[in-house]
């Protein structure tokens, strides 16, 4: 079983930027696709970007060309830089672990929160 946890998140302008990151424990984080989802009250839970074992990334039509998903593998931890963010970006954030390929569970992260003031 793997554990996520998540940090970077928290309050910035309009146009400013956060990184945030998201770092396992218990199994190799290689061997997962890993995913950046986000929840914004009153909204259902969106993907916001994925990234495979292989490093091929795919990004939710309203990030792309802000937001990219990379992994460190070395330091078994996913990230997710946010640049150019906008008010409607403020949700809470949510780390993915996807080992259904190997027979194992979907793994969440417990959020964080990012807030972007107009």
């Known amino acids: 079983q793997v554990q996520l946890v998540e940090s970077g998140g928290g309050l910035v302008q309009a146009g400013g930027s956060l990184r945030l990151s998201c770092t396992a424990s218990g199994r190799i984080l290689s061997f997962y696709i890993m995913a950046w989802y986000r929840q914004a009250p009153g909204k259902q839970r969106e993907l916001v970007a994925d990234i495979t074992s292989g490093g091929n990334t795919r990004y939710g039509d309203s990030v792309k060309g802000r937001f990219t998903i990379f992994r460190d593998n070395a330091v078994n931890t996913v990230y997710l830089q946010m640049n150019s963010l906008k008010p409607e970006d403020t949700a809470v954030y949510y780390c993915?672990?996807?080992?259904?390929?190997?027979?194992?569970?979907?793994?969440w992260g417990q959020g964080t929160q990012v807030t972007v003031s107009s």
């Open positions: 993915n672990a996807d080992g259904r390929s190997r027979g194992w569970n979907i793994t």
